[in-house]
């Protein structure tokens, strides 16, 4: 039961901790105190729902289902070179951190990005679903699996969001916004761009 637990805990935590676009997202949302726990609490939710319904079944559909990939493939293409020029556009005019958090964006706007970030990247649905959740239907006990899982999720998420937060006063230069910006642009449109190269999608050769 509790190797079930630490194995979903540590597979998780290796893929959820590398850099990708919802991370870049909660990381921007919360240097910028804009409803940053309410962000991370969406993507833990996400992840956790996103696992188990790999862990029960999903993982095997959408492993079948080369079309259903593509689709999401080139929306979440579509959705991060959009994100990646909103960013651009704030490196152009930076702002510190009092100006960066009265862009105008309700709470309801910044949540459906979230959104948007983490489930229209295919990425999300080839490591999370289909990785995690195949090993996850190997487990012994499944349900705690997915349990160590979403813990992972949790503890990274609110402690990016937290850690964040509390950094805040040392970044409240336009200087530093722009290199953060810049970063965020250019770390959307390089996921974009491998999204959008079929060799990177991780499907076999034969699809």
Do not use: K
Request: hydrophobic letters at 60%.
């Amino acid at each position: 039961m509790w190797q079930s637990y630490s194995n979903g805990l540590l597979i998780a935590a290796g893929l959820i901790m590398a850099i990708g676009a919802q991370n870049a997202f909660v990381l921007a949302h919360s240097l910028r105190r804009q409803h940053h726990l309410a962000v991370a609490a969406l993507c833990v939710l996400c992840d956790a729902l996103l696992i188990a319904a790999g862990v029960f079944g999903l993982a095997q559909v959408l492993s079948h289902s080369p079309l259903l990939l593509s689709i999401t493939r080139f929306g979440g293409a579509a959705f991060l070179l959009y994100y990646g020029s909103l960013a651009l556009r704030r490196a152009w005019r930076p702002e510190g951190l009092q100006g960066g958090a009265a862009l105008g964006q309700s709470r309801r706007q910044i949540l459906l990005a979230a959104l948007a970030v983490t489930l229209l990247n295919p990425h999300v649905y080839l490591d999370t679903v289909l990785l995690i959740g195949s090993l996850g239907a190997q487990q012994s006990v499944p349900a705690f699996y997915v349990l160590g899982a979403a813990s992972a999720s949790l503890l990274w998420f609110f402690s990016l969001a937290l850690g964040a937060a509390w950094l805040a006063p040392w970044l409240a230069r336009p200087a530093t916004w722009r290199l953060i910006d810049l970063g965020v642009a250019l770390m959307m449109f390089s996921i974009a761009w491998q999204l959008l190269s079929a060799s990177n999608l991780g499907l076999p050769a034969t699809q």
